[in-house]
């Protein structure tokens, strides 16, 4: 802005190529008319400085965790909590709505469908997926904490949020993590029936993709590539934007796809392709794998004569010598054993291999002269000697088409849908064949009606795989379209109208997931609604006095520059820490989907902590609540009364609440982290926590954790690490420093 106040004062204030003829008094004005511009304007850029700084601030914070929902296989839960789910109203409901479970029938073996459920019912359906949506907070501690490891059995993430803050929010936990990225983005045609904002300005649309992108490369591995869906109209535009960020040289290939069978007939040119561009995090490192070999392929492969190496097929003897390539001393005569017939080189061309690897292929049988034996020779090629898979081209017209999506969507997803294209499973699938392994983690954060998430269920049931997923989704079509689907998939692998075909095998209801993590973000919207500017009156006498009043003053520029970060401080959406003291009850307001009305929830404040730590949960404790009286020794010193024999109780309805999460962070410590309820009594508190804290035979002097955290001040023993950095931190100082960080921040 400052730049272009220069220039708007040389060419349209000051009229330099007039001044040399204008009078002195005339400059003199020019000069007295420019100061007070750019005195004034100067202003007006200090309060948009301040405004454009603060909005920054607010869309760079990392984002609460609004909710955290956890979708879980019935099969992995212990039985003792089935007559619970059993007795569920809502999951019944739900059940009944996604699986269709009151058609199912009973024999001989398995109980059919009841009202109410039965637990019989619940262990004969092992893919039922459990929703702890549907439960309270006590039920849902109980199963986490019964569960056990829980990162480890997530087998998929599914972002309610706008892709550049669940990106965001990732990065410490998944950093060079992701195998494989697969995005669809918006082709920013404005009228191709996608449920996004697509009518961007070019130069809008590739900032937002590029920003993130940024985000995605990051979170990529060595070994690890991006494949990003594409028409005709924007392939040139989205090309060069993927190489500003991962480079022109990580150029993989541009595929193209088949997705329709017939041109559209609208049109003089119609279009039946479009394209997905491939790119690598490092060309020399990435892992890509070859097409398998159908069962057409592998069917040409016959051992007639059962030769020990078992299948084979004929391929040509003789080399291609074009080019200048001949050689001389290859041009030899072959001899067939049985006949004692010559056989030279054709069109003067030369064999592949010399005289001396030739006689030793013919003497292990490895050359064959015709089905009779007194033919043209030929080399066996077997099955065996052959790479595993097969080269992939550039033309893929081998996959389903885009009528295949629309129809694989409507089949499980029954009802309206806001999805008019969306990507058959078979393409996704096949890049995930591609560019991933059996065991690793895939990201898709354009991820639409979920058909990545599909691909990858459908993969590990297929080849037993252990493929994760992360989707990321900020629609309202999430829990309509995106959310039902996975639950519906992962149920069962064939639908029709909206209903299951079949049950799951037992070994396809093995290979299903069995945790997928449902995690909702604060939007930037939600941040702003849940700001409170507050200025105390010490703050109001100070801008009162007239020291600070005047042009320049202290309240000129506090009004300018200081006003929205000073009286800001303590909004909900921008940290208040003293709501630390019950880890329960931190609220904000949150918009709902689909209206404009907002609702006050519950922060998750535990998950959002684990997010920015980036933090491999191992373990998550249920809550416990203790009560104990107090009195004092002779020395004044405070204790646990020995009426109450000196301990703490433990007591469903007590003021001290204890919950612990335990995991690695990404640099490989052992952490603890300590949530409580501060009653406002810090030296009760403190000592309950001393207590409770031996308890459970913790120690700071103990080689079990590297890190402990803890919320509120407290008097734990403090040691130093070899690093220099203390052991036992205050949560809160973490909490807002990493909420806060910016990349390189």
Known sequence: LRRELDFYIKNEVMHLDDVENETAPRVEQYLSKIKIIRKIAGKIIAFLAQ??????????????????????????????????????????????????????????????????????????????VVDTRHFDAGFTARLLEAIGDVDTQADGVL????????????????????????IDPPYNTGGDGFAYKDSYQ???????????????????????SIFLSIDDGCSHLLKSTVASVYGPEQFIAQIIWKKRSTPPNDKVIGAQHEYVLGYSVDRNRVELNHRERGEERVAKYTNPDNHVKGPYVLGDLQANVKGGRYVQSLAF????????????????????????????????NEIAFGTDGRGWPK????????????????????????SIGSQELADTVAGPIVFENPKPVGLISEVCRLASTGECLILDFFAGSGTTGHAVINLNREDAGQRKFILVEMGDYFDTVLLPRIKKVSFSPEWKDGKPKRFATPEEAERSPRIVKVVRLESYEDTLNNLETRRTDKQQLLLDTPQAQGADGLREQY?????????????????????????????????????????????????TFNWLIGLTVQHIAAPQTFNSAFERDSEKRLRLSAKGGGRLKQDAAGPYWFRTVTGTTPDGRKALVIWRKLTGEPEQDNLVLDEWFTKQGYSAKDSEFDLIYVNGGNNLENIKTPDDRWKVRLLEEDFHRLMFATEGG
Not at 383 to 395: A, F, H, N, P, S
Not at 397 to 402: A, C, E, I, Y
């Open 379 to 402: 080399l066996k090629r077997f099955l065996r000697d052959v790479k595993e898979g097969i080269t992939y081209t550039t033309l893929w017209d081998f996959l389903p088409m885009n």
């Open 159 to 182: 972002f309610h949020s706008e892709n550049f803050q669940a990106l965001s929010l990732m990065q410490t936990r998944y950093r060079e993590q992701v195998k494989c990225i697969y």
């Open 51 to 128: 405004l454009e700084d603060f909005q920054k601030k607010l869309w760079l914070k990392k984002k609460f965790v609004v909710e955290t929902q956890w979708c879980i296989r019935v099969g992995c839960i212990p039985e003792a909590f089935h007559t619970e789910i059993a007795a569920n109203d809502a999951q019944h409901a739900e059940w009944v709505k996604l699986f269709a479970i009151e058609e199912i029938q009973g024999d001989l073996i398995k109980p059919g469908y009841s009202k109410p459920l039965t637990p019989a019912f619940l262990k004969a359906h092992p893919t039922l």
């Open 559 to 607: 009004l300018l520059r200081y006003l929205l970060e000073v009286e800001t401080r303590g909004s909900q959406s921008l940290l208040n820490v003293q709501a630390f003291s019950d880890p329960t009850a931190y609220k904000l307001k949150v918009k709902r989907p689909g209206s404009d009305e907002s609702r006050e929830v519950n922060v998750d404040l535990l998950e």
């Open 333 to 364: 005569a072959i001899t067939n054993p049985l006949t004692g017939e010559k056989h030279f080189p054709r069109n003067s061309g030369n064999w592949r291999f010399n005289e001396e690897k030739i006689d030793r292929l013919i003497a292990t």
């Open 202 to 224: 070019y130069s809008s649309w590739l900032s937002m993709l590029s920003d993130r992108l940024e985000g995605g490369r990051t979170l990529t591995s060595h070994e690890g």
